[in-house]
């Protein structure tokens, strides 16, 4: 068992940093929490909170929060527009999250920033990781704000600085992969047409891909694999009034370890990927559970051999599934107007895709 009096320093408070120092503060420890930020985001970015981090936030009381807040997305639609080729019915997963919760990641930031407040501690806001040397045991930090700066030696530093993490270059650690050819574009806007704040819809549309997801207050994220994302809407919607746009270029890295000496990386800091299938912010809460428990089970060495693989799968499935649903191949729209429908009507498929959606296919870990 690790010594309650640590100091850790977790960098970033993203939804992945804030899980972190939840799960260490729930378990007695005093983590100090940083972000170069002044407070937490105000975009929607990620919006699919998936069943198995519903489970995760439980205990911290966040899951209560967020249900209160969000929508149950039960259905995903996909369309080659105009017909409508298949239909996953989420709530046929049998477990008591039986969808995908819909919220928009400054709520989600928002709630998690009250639980940990509700344990003892507050995030360190205007605060910049600047420099991160490694000692014997433990690390020293240069943290700026402002014109001034603070050391603070760490026994344990968890890098949650996102994908452009100063954690990661800091430890020399690479990120291999690559970038998608093509820009996207992302639009939150108040849509009129046949809208349902239940499903979420994938349209095949001449100009490429073209997806709406229900975002709460009436809005819905709409996102093309081109910048103009109102030029591939299909002309059943209109738009009333946007909220926030944004383009932007995916790429799919993973680091090749997780933790070097004491410091240790999780969420975007160590994989991204595309955003098909809604599992990037979840698969990043899963690394920060896990690390939490094993530092308090004083296994923290374990981390990177028991998450480095389940990064890896789920980098491999959504580079399929981005390939396979953007691509103009005729094999790829073969595969989407003929063998996805068949599949999918098959009890043995939906009872292995649906876990899978939902970030159930593994078994619980036993810390949960
Ligand atoms: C436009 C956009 C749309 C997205 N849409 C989706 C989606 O639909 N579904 C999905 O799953 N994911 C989506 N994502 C990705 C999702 O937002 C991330 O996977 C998620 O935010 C990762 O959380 P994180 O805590 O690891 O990193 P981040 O959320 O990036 O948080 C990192 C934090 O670290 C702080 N920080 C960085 N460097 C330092 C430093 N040196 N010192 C102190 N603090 C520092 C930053 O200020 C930030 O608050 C989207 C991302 C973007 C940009």
Same mark, same amino acid.
């Given at each position: 068992?690790?010594?309650?009096?640590?100091?850790?320093?977790?960098?970033g408070a993203?939804?992945?940093g804030?899980?972190?120092?939840?799960?260490?503060?729930?378990?007695?420890?005093?983590?100090?929490i940083i972000d170069k930020g002044?407070?937490?985001?105000?975009?929607?970015?990620?919006?699919?909170?998936?069943?198995?981090?519903?489970?995760?936030?439980?205990?911290?009381?966040?899951?209560?929060?967020?249900?209160?807040?969000?929508?149950?997305?039960?259905?995903?639609?996909?369309?080659?527009?105009?017909?409508?080729?298949?239909?996953?019915?989420?709530?046929?997963?049998?477990?008591?999250?039986?969808?995908?919760?819909?919220?928009?990641?400054?709520?989600?930031?928002?709630?998690?920033?009250?639980?940990?407040?509700?344990?003892?501690?507050?995030v360190g806001w205007?605060r910049?990781?600047?420099?991160?040397?490694? *000692? #014997?045991?433990?690390?020293?930090?240069?943290?700026? +704000? &402002?014109?001034?700066?603070? $050391?603070?030696? %760490?026994?344990?530093?968890?890098?949650?600085?996102?994908?452009?993490?100063?954690?990661?270059?800091?430890?020399?650690?690479?990120?291999?992969?690559?970038?998608?050819?093509?820009?996207?574009?992302?639009?939150?806007?108040?849509?009129?047409?046949?809208?349902?704040?239940?499903?979420?819809?994938?349209?095949?549309?001449?100009?490429?891909?073209?997806?709406?997801?229900?975002?709460?207050?009436?809005?819905?994220?709409?996102?093309?694999?081109?910048?103009?994302?109102?030029?591939?809407?299909?002309?059943?919607?209109?738009?009333?009034?946007?909220?926030?746009?944004?383009?932007?270029?995916?790429?799919?890295?993973?680091?090749?370890?997780?933790?070097?000496?004491?410091?240790?990386?999780?969420?975007? *800091? #160590?994989?991204?990927?595309?955003?098909?299938?809604? +599992? &990037?912010?979840?698969?990043? $809460?899963?690394? %920060?559970?896990?690390?939490?428990?094993?530092?308090?089970?004083?296994?923290?060495?374990?981390?990177?051999?028991?998450?480095?693989?389940?990064?890896?799968?789920?980098?491999?499935?959504?580079?399929?599934?981005?390939?396979?649903?953007?691509?103009?191949?005729?094999?790829?729209?073969?595969?989407?107007?003929?063998?996805?429908?068949?599949?999918?009507?098959?009890?043995?498929?939906?009872?292995?895709?649906?876990?899978?959606?939902?970030?159930?296919?593994?078994?619980?870990?036993?810390?949960?």
């Amino acid at each position: 068992m690790a010594k309650l009096d640590q100091k850790i320093l977790v960098v970033g408070a993203g939804p992945v940093g804030l899980t972190a120092a939840i799960e260490l503060a729930r378990r007695g420890f005093k983590p100090r929490i940083i972000d170069k930020g002044d407070g937490p985001v105000i975009e929607s970015r990620a919006l699919g909170v998936n069943s198995r981090t519903l489970e995760i936030l439980e205990p911290c009381g966040a899951t209560k929060a967020m249900l209160s807040r969000g929508l149950k997305m039960q259905r995903l639609n996909f369309w080659d527009w105009p017909n409508l080729i298949f239909s996953i019915p989420i709530r046929e997963l049998k477990h008591r999250f039986n969808f995908i919760l819909a919220l928009p990641q400054d709520e989600t930031e928002r709630v998690l920033i009250d639980a940990l407040k509700q344990l003892g501690v507050t995030v360190g806001w205007k605060r910049e990781l600047t420099k991160l040397e490694q *000692a #014997a045991a433990g690390a020293r930090a240069t943290i700026k +704000r &402002g014109l001034k700066t603070e $050391i603070f030696n %760490a026994d344990i530093v968890i890098g949650a600085d996102g994908a452009h993490s100063t954690v990661r270059h800091a430890l020399g650690i690479g990120f291999r992969g690559a970038a998608y050819e093509q820009d996207f574009g992302l639009l939150d806007a108040v849509v009129t047409g046949p809208v349902s704040e239940n499903e979420a819809n994938v349209f095949r549309v001449d100009t490429g891909i073209f997806g709406m997801f229900p975002a709460g207050h009436g809005r819905f994220r709409m996102v093309a694999d081109q910048p103009d994302v109102q030029a591939a809407m299909p002309d059943r919607y209109a738009i009333k009034k946007i909220v926030w746009q944004s383009r932007f270029r995916i790429s799919h890295r993973q680091v090749e370890t997780y933790q070097k000496g004491d410091v240790f990386l999780a969420g975007d *800091a #160590a994989h991204i990927h595309s955003p098909v299938g809604g +599992r &990037g912010m979840n698969l990043g $809460i899963e690394d %920060a559970a896990t690390l939490a428990w094993l530092i308090a089970e004083g296994r923290s060495s374990e981390y990177t051999e028991r998450r480095l693989p389940v990064g890896a799968h789920v980098l491999r499935q959504t580079n399929a599934q981005t390939k396979l649903i953007t691509s103009h191949n005729p094999l790829a729209k073969l595969m989407r107007r003929q063998v996805m429908p068949r599949l999918l009507k098959l009890d043995f498929v939906r009872s292995r895709l649906l876990p899978e959606m939902a970030g159930l296919a593994a078994p619980p870990p036993e810390w949960l």
